[in-house]
């Protein structure tokens, strides 16, 4: 009989086997998701419903097609690529097309996953991979936030952090929706547009909306929709819908109480509203051993530290955006995260600044996805600096 050798790279002993499955994990991860997609769906309705089976369909058919044309086994039933196609769902807004994402998941699973080898061989979380693809290609309908229940369209809490109050000011747009309020009697427009002025104010509108401006004011906005500004104060609109404020000492961010936030009821993609239904998933898998506490620690921790330095409120930071789905879902990927505990601590910090750096300064009012991807791709790097050193190991004499 012939005999076939193979290497085998295995790490110093000694060697536990955990008597864990692929499938088992994936499911139970999944299972440790649902309370997020059950509030995603209360918060959001049929919309939620809709891109989360949709999400989940194109990734099992993906992983499919693409295993077949590889002729490699067919393994869409082990569960990875349902937690690929669900994650992305959770990090998408409600009011984005269907047919958006399903371009997204299957780039997500072709693009972020098969095209390394499949699952094990990926050097970047997919889902993530899916999301900054979505960005970069529709950029407006991925910030399109509505609120939960009612579902009008508003800034997300992260996005009015970005805002500089003043009395009154020339606002500066980067997109459609521009409105200076600043002289008497002037009214520019550029496209189709309905404009009340009230009061002394210079309204410049450079694509199609209604905007009314009582008094001065100071309306930013960077997609087309309806501010009304009461009195004077700032509205700092990074996303498409309809942003209201009362007075200038009340700015969007303020309208939301800590509980709104840690519940989920505010703007937001699907699965990282409800803070609370994140953080009963996440405990449940630091539970069962699938992920590492320190990673979630040492990436929130970050946070704190970095906001209380800054003068930011840290409960803000950390019950607002991606921040909680992306320490407990995202973050801990067993694939593309580090190896060693050294290498987690590092992985998760670094994450957090990065995270921190862009909230505050960034062009993004958000960063949660950017900073895990880089984090991503330094895992080799931090893997082989903080590996451990084999018992009697010496160094090669010159």
């Known amino acids: 009989m012939e005999r076939t050798d193979s290497k085998l790279l295995l790490s110093p002993a000694p060697h536990i086997s955990s008597g864990e499955t692929i499938p088992r994990i994936m499911y139970t991860v999944l299972a440790a998701m649902a309370p997020a997609a059950l509030a995603s769906i209360y918060f959001f309705r049929f919309r939620a419903a809709l891109l989360i089976v949709a999400c989940s369909v194109t990734a099992l058919v993906t992983e499919y097609v693409f295993q077949k044309i590889r002729r490699k ?3 869409i039933w082990d569960g990875s690529a349902l937690v690929t196609g669900v994650l992305l769902a959770f ?20 693009i972020g996953k098969q095209i390394f080898g499949g699952l094990g061989h990926n050097p970047f979380n997919p889902a993530l991979v899916g999301r900054v693809f979505l960005l970069a290609a ?19 809490p992260l996005a009015a952090l970005k805002v500089d109050v003043a009395a009154s000011s020339t606002v500066d747009s980067y997109s459609s929706g521009t409105m200076d309020a600043a002289t008497s009697g002037t009214v520019d427009s550029y496209s189709s547009g309905t404009m009340d002025v009230a009061t002394s104010g210079t309204v410049d509108s450079y694509s199609s909306g209604t905007m009314d401006v009582a008094t001065s004011g100071t309306v930013d906005s960077y997609s087309s929709g309806t501010m ?38 505010m703007p937001g993609s699907l699965g990282e509203t409800s803070a609370l239904a994140i ?24 946070v704190i530290v970095f906001a209380l330095v800054f003068g930011q409120d840290p409960l803000f930071h950390l019950l607002t955006g991606g921040l909680m789905l992306g320490a407990f879902f995202m973050a801990t990927d067993m694939v593309t995260t580090p190896l060693t505990t050294k290498g987690r601590w590092i992985f998760a910090i670094g994450g957090g600044v990065i995270l ?21 791709g330094f895992t080799p790097l931090i893997n082989r600096f903080t590996r451990p050193k084999f018992f009697g190991e010496v160094k090669a004499r010159a």
């Open 73 to 75: 086994p067919i393994t």
């Open 91 to 110: 990090n998408l807004p409600p009011s984005l097309p269907v047919w958006m994402a399903v371009a997204g998941t299957v780039f997500a699973i072709a």
């Open 138 to 156: 529709f950029p407006m309908a991925m910030t399109a936030w509505t609120t939960p229940i009612d579902g009008l369209s508003t800034a997300t």
């Open 228 to 265: 009304d500004v009461a009195t004077s104060g700032t509205v700092d609109g990074v996303s498409s819908g309809s942003a209201v404020t009362a007075s200038s000492s009340t700015p969007i961010r303020d309208e939301l109480s800590l509980w709104d936030m840690f519940i989920g009821r």
């Open 279 to 302: 953080l009963l998933g996440g405990l449940f898998l630091i539970y069962k051993g699938y992920i590492d506490w320190r990673i979630p620690v040492g990436y929130l921790g970050t």
């Open 356 to 376: 921190m750096v862009i909230r505050l300064w960034g062009g993004y009012p958000e960063g949660v996805s950017y900073s895990i991807l880089l984090m991503n």
